[in-house]
Nanobody, 124 residues
Framework: QVQLVESGGGSVQAGGSLRLSCVAS????????IAWFRQAPGADREFVAGISFISGDATEADSWKGRFAIYRDDGKSTEFLQMKTLNPEDAAVYYCAARQDSTLYTKPRHWSSWGQGTQVIVAS
């Protein structure tokens, strides 16, 4: 089982940027895929971005392409979500998730390991 710990959330003004981090432990970092999801109050958890461990290719959901980018530092077993031009609709709890193959499913039920989440607040 992979253990995931997110950090980097906080409060930011609309138009600002944040970088979220997800540190993984328990298994070699290159043995699983990593993704970010987010969940706003009263809403379903939704896929934001993910990285395949085989190719290293990253993908972001169409809704956030151009504003959000995902990348990883294998040496530090850390994945990052860089978010820019944030708006109040981006406010949510952001979760890091892992699964032990390279498929980047967009449904939360396909991901077996989850972090505790980090809160993002965007003030208008």
């Amino acid at each position: 089982q992979v253990q995931l710990v997110e950090s980097g959330g906080g409060s930011v003004q609309a138009g600002g940027s944040l970088r979220l981090s997800c540190v993984a432990s328990g298994r070699p970092f290159n043995s699983f895929a990593i993704a970010w999801f987010r969940q706003a109050p009263g809403a379903d958890r939704e896929f934001v971005a993910g990285i395949s461990f085989i190719s290293g290719d990253a993908t972001e959901a169409d809704s956030w392409k151009g504003r959000f980018a995902i990348y990883r530092d294998d040496g530090k077993s850390t994945e990052f979500l860089q978010m820019k031009t944030l708006n109040p609709e981006d406010a949510a709890v952001y979760y890091c998730a892992a699964r032990q193959d390279s498929t980047l499913y967009t449904k939360p039920r396909h991901w077996s390991s989850w972090g505790q989440g980090t809160q993002v607040i965007v003030a208008s």
